[in-house]
């Protein structure tokens, strides 16, 4: 059974940081592209946000314009772990965060809907 974990999340003042936290367990981790995503309360139709991703050799990395130059997605093999380190947090980053799991690396710029979630992390930005 897929198992997606997160944790990390917070409340944090703007420009502050977050690293989070993805647990992973039950598939190949060394064949899995692990992304993350969020809900966000200004974020309109059932689809989340897609965020990061990163193939499954930890090689190429994609960011969506949103957080292009304040997030980084890592991987670590030995703990199949994934994280998310969010640096210059805005109050529009608000939201709950989601590890996914994909059988293909891709990117997304409308609704996503990924084949695998976790239960999710809250990120609060606010003064």
């Known amino acids: 059974e897929v198992q997606l974990v997160e944790s990390g999340g917070g409340s944090v003042q703007p420009g502050g940081s977050l690293r989070l936290s993805c647990a992973t367990s039950?598939?190949?981790?060394?064949?899995?592209?692990i992304n993350w995503a969020r809900q966000g309360p200004g974020k309109s139709g059932p689809g989340l946000e897609w965020?990061?991703?990163?193939?499954?050799?930890?090689?190429?990395?994609e960011y969506a314009d949103s957080v292009r130059g304040r997030a980084t997605i890592s991987k670590d093999f030995a703990k199949k772990m994934v994280y998310l380190q969010l640096t210059d947090l805005r109050p529009e980053d608000t939201g709950m965060y989601f590890c996914?799991?994909?059988?293909?690396?891709?990117?997304?710029?409308?609704?996503?809907?990924?084949?695998?979630r976790g239960r999710g992390t809250q990120v609060t930005v606010s003064s």
């Open positions: 965020l990061a991703g990163q193939n499954f050799a930890g090689v190429t990395a």
């Open positions: 039950g598939f190949a981790f060394d064949s899995a592209t």
């Open positions: 996914t799991k994909e059988t293909f690396f891709a990117t997304y710029t409308t609704d996503y809907y990924p084949e695998y």
